[in-house]
C-alpha cells in the first residue's frame, strides 16, 4: 500500500494508555501504535510568513483527511490479517482550550522514533523539520516498537523568531500554551472555519540540517 505517507514507526504504548481519552473497551488488548506522516507542501507554507493562508488551510484540511484515509486502509490491512486496528483521527481535538485530545499524535510519534518535541512544542524529524502532519493506529498486533531519539534541535532558534505569539522559547518545557491558543484563536477569526491553525513556525522548521 502506497498512499505518499512520509514517515512511518511503531511504538509501544502498554504504559501510557491510561493517558489516552478513549474508552477502555476501545483501547483493550492494544499495545502498540502505528505512527504515520505525511509530509506538507513547502510552496503552500511559503505563504504563512506571519499568519496562515486560506490556501494553508485548504491544505491542512486536505492531507489530514488522507492521512485518516491512510489510517482505515491500515486497520482494513491489519484486520484482513487476523489482528484489530483503530484508527485515531488526525485532527479532532476534544477542547481546544484544554488541549484536549484522544491521544497526542506528537508524543506517540516521539516514541516511535519519529522525532523529537522541539522548542515549538511540535514534534521535530531530523530530515523534515515539523512540515508534516501526523495519524495514528492502534493495533493488538506485536510489531517490534522503534526507538526514540534525542532532542535535536541543537542550537537552532529559527522557530522561537518568526513565532507571532511569542509563545516559543528556548526551553521547550517554557512553551506558552496560553498565548499560542490565544493567537490561534485570532487567526480563526479570518474564516478558517473550526480549525485552530498557524504554520508560522512549521514554515521555518528543517530539523537539524
Known amino acids: 500500500m502506497d498512499q505518499g505517507a512520509s514517515l512511518f514507526g511503531v ?23 502505528i505512527c504515520i506522516g505525511y509530509a506538507l507542501s513547502k510552496k503552500v507554507l511559503d505563504g504563512a510568513k506571519d499568519h496562515p493562508t486560506k490556501l494553508y488551510y485548504h491544505h491542512y484540511k486536505q492531507v489530514n483527511s488522507l492521512l485518516d484515509q491512510i489510517a482505515l486502509q491500515v486497520v482494513s490491512l491489519l484486520q484482513k490479517n487476523g489482528f484489530n486496528g483503530l484508527a485515531i483521527p488526525a485532527s479532532q481535538v476534544l477542547n481546544w482550550e484544554k488541549q484536549e ?5 506528537r508524543k506517540i510519534a516521539r516514541m516511535a522514533g519519529l522525532g523529537w518535541i522541539g522548542r515549538s512544542n511540535l514534534l521535530i524529524n531530523e530530515k523534515i523539520g515539523s512540515n508534516f502532519r501526523l495519524v495514528t493506529v ?9 526507538k526514540e531519539i534525542n532532542f535535536g534541535c541543537s542550537k537552532c532558534r529559527a522557530c522561537v523568531i518568526v513565532c507571532p505569539a511569542k509563545a516559543i522559547k528556548d526551553e521547550p518545557l517554557d512553551f506558552d500554551h496560553v498565548s499560542c491558543y490565544e493567537k490561534l484563536r485570532e487567526f480563526r477569526k479570518l474564516g478558517y ?4 491553525i498557524c504554520g508560522v513556525c512549521v514554515r521555518v522548521c528543517r530539523g537539524n540540517k
Open 11 to 33: 511504538a509501544d504504548i502498554s504504559k501510557v494508555k491510561k493517558d489516552f481519552n478513549l474508552q477502555p473497551e476501545e483501547i483493550q488488548g492494544l499495545d502498540r501504535a
Open 101 to 105: 485530545v484522544h491521544l497526542s499524535h
Open 138 to 146: 492502534l493495533t493488538d498486533a506485536l510489531l517490534v516498537p522503534d
Open 193 to 196: 472555519g473550526d480549525q485552530y
